[in-house]
């Protein structure tokens, strides 16, 4: 099973940035996906939820409307749109797939919002 990020790196505050996460080994459409962050010295975080199908995510109030969560089931992928990024967003951000008490993650990707 793997979770492999990508699309993390540095950009200047009011930028934008689009996370991917691809999965293999496991059969992606039938999980929920999440994706998390943690800033340095912090805990992990949910920031973005969707369902297995697409039809139903959950955003945290500190990212509403600046993010959009979605997927491709036919191509393993889940994204996080990041628009309007802040230096608060500046965290290492994972993937998470869950369905019932199985749960994988992936391995980080760093985003930092600076000038």
């Known amino acids: 099973v793997q979770l492999v990020e990508s699309g993390g790196g540095l950009v200047q505050p009011g930028g934008s940035l689009r996370l991917s996460c691809a999965g293999s080994?496991?059969?992606?459409?039938?999980?929920?996906m999440n994706w998390y962050r943690q800033a340095l010295g912090k805990g992990r975080v949910l920031v973005a939820f969707?369902?297995?199908?697409?039809?139903?995510?959950i955003y945290a109030d500190s990212v509403k409307g600046r993010f959009t969560i979605s997927r491709d089931n036919a191509k393993n992928t889940v994204y996080l749109q990041m628009n309007s990024l802040k230096p608060e967003d500046t965290a290492e951000y994972y993937c998470?797939?869950?369905?019932?008490?199985?749960?994988?993650w992936g391995q980080g990707t760093q985003v930092t919002v600076s000038s």
């Open positions: 998470n797939a869950k369905r019932a008490l199985q749960t994988y």
């Open positions: 080994g496991f059969t992606f459409s039938s999980y929920d």
């Open positions: 969707i369902t297995n199908t697409g039809d139903r995510t």
